[in-house]
C-alpha cells in the first residue's frame, strides 16, 4: 500500500452550524511536524450565538470538540 496525501473537500462544512458556531469560510491551511511526519492542518472561520469569530482547526471542530468561542465556558465561571 502507498502512501500519499489524503485530499478532503475543504467546503463540505462551510455554512453548518456546529454547537453554536456557524462555519463562515476556509481560512486556510498550516504544515505542523508531528512523530510520524508532517501533518497538514486545516482552519476555518466561525461565528458564535454571542456575535464573536473564532478560527478553529477542522479536525477539533468535525468532531464536536468545540460547541462554542468559549462564551459558554466564560459564562458558567
Known sequence: ??????????????????GKL???CY????YTMTKGG????????????C???AIIQRGPLKNNLYHSCGC?????E
Not at 500519499?4 to 452550524?17: A, S, T, W, Y
Not at 508532517?38 to 450565538?49: G, L, N, Q
Not at 459558554?72 to 458558567?76: D, E, G, S, V
Open 1 to 18: 500500500m502507498k502512501k500519499g496525501k489524503i485530499l478532503i473537500n475543504v467546503n463540505d462544512i462551510i455554512g453548518k452550524r456546529l
Open 22 to 24: 456557524e462555519v463562515i
Open 27 to 30: 481560512v486556510g491551511h498550516r
Open 38 to 49: 508532517p501533518r497538514v492542518r486545516h482552519y476555518y472561520a466561525c461565528k458564535c450565538d
Open 51 to 53: 456575535d464573536r469569530m
Open 72 to 76: 459558554a465556558r466564560r459564562k458558567a
